[in-house]
């Protein structure tokens, strides 16, 4: 089970980290995922980290601007967005993937938060 957290409203170029909790004991053999949907968009990939933590994939719109880490002491993946804008406003979601590498693609994810809304404000 995922329990993803953080998200708000926030003013455009400010800052929201989020968070998602899983349950269980086997968080740090698979890696993750965060996706957003935006009002009447599809989901789109956003950020992956695989299971240790050393390596990363994002989005080219989020670059530079967003950062995924996990604690897997704590079974949690964060997601530090910073340099927010408008068009970052959606719901965002946390999925795990049993996946060994990462992946971008949302079928290949077999667990999903319930998803936290982001509101960026020009």
């Known amino acids: 089970q995922l329990q993803a957290s953080g998200g708000g409203l926030v003013q455009a170029g400010g800052s929201l980290r989020l968070s998602c909790a899983a349950s269980g004991r086997t968080f740090g053999s698979y890696s993750m995922g965060w996706f957003r949907q935006a009002p009447g968009k599809e989901r789109e990939f956003v950020a992956a980290?695989?299971?240790?933590?050393?390596?990363?994939d994002y989005q080219d719109s989020v670059k530079g601007r967003f950062t995924v880490s996990r604690d897997n002491a704590k079974n949690t993946v964060f997601l530090q967005m910073s340099s927010l804008k408008p068009e970052d406003t959606a719901a965002y979601y946390c999925a795990r993937t049993r996946r060994t590498l990462m992946t971008r693609e949302a079928r290949l994810y077999d667990a999903w938060g319930q998803g936290t809304l982001v509101t960026v404000s020009s």
């Open positions: 980290i695989d299971k240790n933590g050393y390596s990363t």
